[in-house]
């Protein structure tokens, strides 16, 4: 049964930082992995896609990376900003074919401190 | 282009009676699963329904159940609440075969 983890539960930094969210996953035969962004009490925001054949994504002050073999992705955000503020979730899917369910970790909160 | 809508957005219903949640597809998408969020907690995944079945499930009891509707259109029925079923109720949409989910803003169902 897949499992992920994502540490720690709840982060505050300054205002201009880079920063780096982890997520672990138990099983590495995972068919993409992905970060979404929660605001309080509201749905999901897709934010970066990583295919298990991939190495990274990016999109924008946003870079996410995949090392399927260690079970590990990392969110790095730079130059951090208030409006960054939110919990960030990542999920893997385990399978090929289309529209596989999603495995979420329990995800990290976020506080950027003007 | 609209997104996933769901209704209500938030319910208050008692111990023992029964809920149904809904949720319209963004536009083009054919696949619609539900998830479960508890506070605090990531999404747990109830099911999946494309072409009008239901495609995947997963664990949870059969006081949960859905149906998906010639337009896409999706909705999901509790039966005999429980406090514990108290949670935010995502729906997301897809397209089958392709990558990629559009979440709507969720229902706050509330067992008192």
């Known amino acids: 049964k897949q499992e992920v983890t994502q540490i720690p539960a709840a982060l505050s930094v300054p205002e201009g930082e880079n920063l780096v969210l982890n997520c672990s996953f138990t099983d590495s035969a995972i068919y993409n992995l992905q970060w979404f962004r929660q605001d309080p009490g509201k749905g999901l925001t897709s934010l970066l896609l990583i295919q298990s054949s991939q190495r990274e994504q990016t999109s924008g002050r946003l870079n996410a990376s995949l090392d399927k073999s260690s079970g590990r992705s990392t969110l790095y955000i730079a130059a951090s900003q208030p409006g960054d503020s939110a919990t960030y979730l990542c999920a893997v899917t385990s399978s090929g074919f289309g529209n596989e369910k999603l495995t979420f970790g329990t995800g990290t909160r976020l506080t950027i401190i003007p | 282009d609209a997104g996933v809508t769901q209704s209500p957005t938030h319910l208050i219903k008692t111990r023992g009676q029964q809920v149904t949640l809904r949720c319209s597809p963004k536009?083009?998408?054919?696949?619609v699963s539900w998830y479960q969020q508890a506070l605090g907690q990531g999404p747990q995944f109830i099911f999946q329904?494309?072409?009008?079945?239901?495609?995947q499930r997963g664990n949870f009891p059969d006081r949960f159940s859905g149906h998906q509707f010639p337009n896409y259109s999706s909705e999901l029925n509790v039966n005999a609440l429980l406090l514990g079923d108290s949670a935010l109720y995502l729906c997301a949409s897809s397209l089958m075969g392709a990558e990629g989910y559009t979440f709507g803003s969720g229902t706050r169902l509330t067992v008192v």
């Open positions: 536009s083009g998408h054919d696949t």
């Open positions: 329904y494309y072409e009008e079945e239901e495609r």
